[in-house]
């Protein structure tokens, strides 16, 4: 007996034959996939507990998320004077660390990532990577972290982001928190996995990252860290070298680690960390915010780099649309419409996505024995739905509103566009409530 059988939509498997099966289903028992194939024949075969008919609809793997800071959404549209900001440490000096990550309280992280995970469930993003960005919460902010995507149903890797910016006690306490939490949670089955993270190579000390390297390695966990976004003339005006190099001498290229942005490097740097098998999250909305630049991941793609993509909680929290903002800049910047081809597009939110954040054996595609993580998407387009035009719509037509059902886990957590895990107009109003709160603290409003 199945516990759901999802049948009749275009099933997008997005395994290594990238299958595209008209009329067909996925069937569901627990929280994996036992079977994938044609409606008919999974019909006949299987007695399942609750369908869902698809029909006229498609259905995919759900979308990872691989770089996020949920907490940071109470930062949206604080007002600011942005004119005050003639660069990206402009930015970040004089805004986003004293007047949204200092002011950030374990409350308004458990809210916020409610909020957060719940906005990504209904758009179609069931995994996601997640530095939190507190200093003033610590000990204990992960636990606040781990409770709100518990209930809501999403599935995170979530990591605290250790930075000795505010003093070496501060970044002790960062550490700490990283490796209670991986001992703690990476023991327990289930959809929450620890992570250790690192702001940057510019605000840690040499011992720091040293010792996170470490730690991360004696506990088979993941790190994340910052790389290359920031001009690499404060990196060498620190260290004397780029980050890269800086991150080579300290044990950091290695394949368990995640480089976030990557905007500056050069093709000897990309070389390097590509022989290192390191990984990388793409975030190309939050680039461009900050004034950045445009990362070379069509190079990093051509050198064979796991490349998923990140939203950095700026803007809708929609993958779909940051997907096809990443799809449309690398073709205007090179000025080649050419690169980054729709399988290699959508590979980053979902099979390349899975294996940059380690997790390729459990999600990112529709096979048998995999985590049921999967939506349901409904074009409402003018054009036929077929396995020759679902590419061109995934990438190009539709959004987050498309979505119609969400399964994590073999759990149905959205259906009909609705969460059903938790009361979102509460978690609103209790957003909007911390937002102003933390824009009272941040001095923003009076």
Known sequence: MLDLLIKGGLVATFDSQWRTIPDGAVAIRGSSIVDIGPAGDLASRYQAKRVLDATGKFIMPGLVCAHAHMPTVLGHNMPVDFSQFHDFMDLLTKWWWPQIEDQTTNEDIYWATLYSSIKMLKAGTTTVADMVEAPYALPGCLDWSARAVDESGIRALIAYEVTDRIDEENGHLGVQENLRFVKEWNQKP??????????????????????????????????????????????????????PYVMRDVGLLAPDVLAVHCIHLTPEEIDLMAAANVKVAHTPMSNMLGGNGVAPIPDMLDKGMSVGLGHDCFFTLDTFDYLRTMYLVHKVHRQNPGVLPPPQALAMVSTMGARALGMDRDIGSLETGKKADVIIVDPRGPAPLTPQTFMGYAIMDVNGADVQTVVVDGRVVVEGRRVLTVDEGEVLRQCVSRAEALWRRAGAIS
């Open 190 to 243: 289930g959809r929450v996995r620890g992570a250790f993270a690192l702001h940057t190579v510019d605000t840690c000390s040499e011992a720091r990252l040293r010792e996170v390297r470490k730690l991360a390695s004696d506990h088979g966990a993941h790190i994340f860290i910052h790389v290359a976004e920031i001009p690499p003339p404060i990196t060498e005006a620190r260290w004397g070298k780029r980050a």
